[in-house]
């Protein structure tokens, strides 16, 4: 007995060390090439177009960042994003919790043929052409809006909130209901709160969607005042590439290969800051919306 227990410990062992060394390749094959975009950001021309790959740069340059950080234009974009991005995530939750609660009650009437369309909507869209004369026809064109109201709802993020409502006892809403609260108040006073895990994790997948915005702004907006920091990230990349492109008001300058690399850093930053703070729910409010209902 003692000799098989020796046996599947040492198995064990082995296993162990295996599956840290595999998750140690698959951590720097994900970490190495941001790591190289961070360095490069910070490395001459010289040394960039020398080297293929960088993990520290021999001489430290600001000059990109210098450059970028003179150009409204960026500051301008980095705004765009950033009001689009709360102003979009508060929307966004607003109406998909509302309407995960109301589906995840089962008295609600007409509630499976509701849940079908939801998810005949994940495998069906109407295409590029027929939304973008809904949002015309809705006078968005060219409004912050158009990069809101058509993707406010996301219907799997949405059914990940309702199968987390919908694992909650159902006897919290009849003892509210008893002491007189409405279905308003059962929901504000008593699902919400219960549901901050679950609040959390969607409210980063929002919030990384809108951050990331650029077709839509591209079919919608004509405005270049108006463009999201991915757009004029775009237009920096097509400029330094040496192609011929309308830029408005973004000029690039050498270093051009450094500066696609302080955009990339200076763009993806806001969303690394953002996920510590949702972190420690983001597991447990994906699991427990994906796994129960």
């Given at each position: 007995m003692s000799q098989s227990l020796r046996k599947e410990s040492l198995g064990s062992r082995i296993f162990t060390v295996i599956n840290n060394a595999l998750l140690v390749i698959i951590a720097l094959a994900c970490l190495l090439p941001f790591i190289n975009i961070i360095a490069s950001s910070f490395a001459t021309t010289d040394e960039v177009m020398a080297k293929r790959f960088i993990l520290f740069p021999t001489t430290f340059s600001l000059d990109a960042y210098k450059y970028i950080l003179s150009t409204p234009t960026i500051f301008r974009g980095l705004g765009v994003s950033v009001g689009v991005t709360i102003v979009g995530t508060v929307v966004s939750m607003a109406l998909t919790s509302l309407m995960a609660y109301a589906l995840s009650r089962k008295y609600l009437q007409g509630r499976n043929f509701i849940n079908f369309i939801v998810v005949f909507s994940m495998l069906f869209s109407g295409g590029m052409i027929p939304t973008f004369l809904v949002v015309k026809g809705a006078g968005l064109i060219d409004s912050y809006w158009s990069l809101i109201l058509p993707v406010a709802i996301n219907a799997f993020n949405m059914i990940i909130m309702r199968n987390f409502f919908q694992a909650l006892p159902e006897s919290l809403e009849e003892s509210a209901k008893i002491d007189g609260s409405t279905d308003f108040g059962v929901f504000f006073k008593i699902m919400l709160p219960l549901a901050l895990p679950s609040i959390a994790t969607i409210s980063l997948f929002y919030a990384v969607a809108y951050w990331n915005t650029y077709m839509n702004a591209i079919l919608?907006?004509?405005?270049?005042?108006?463009?999201?920091?991915?757009?004029?990230?775009?237009?920096?990349?097509?400029?330094?590439?040496?192609?011929?492109?309308?830029?408005?008001?973004?000029?690039?300058?050498?270093?051009?290969?450094?500066?696609?690399?302080?955009?990339?850093?200076?763009?993806?930053?806001?969303?690394?800051?953002?996920?510590?703070?949702?972190?420690?729910?983001?597991?447990?409010?994906?699991?427990?919306?994906?796994?129960?209902?």
């Open positions: 919608y907006i004509t405005d270049s005042a108006k463009w999201p920091i991915q757009v004029l990230l775009r237009q920096i990349v097509i400029v330094s590439s040496g192609m011929q492109a309308e830029t408005g008001s973004v000029e690039v300058v050498p270093p051009a290969q450094t500066i696609k690399m302080a955009v990339i850093v200076i763009t993806t930053v806001p969303m690394l800051l953002a996920y510590p703070f949702v972190q420690k729910h983001f597991v447990k409010g994906a699991m427990l919306g994906a796994v129960k209902g």
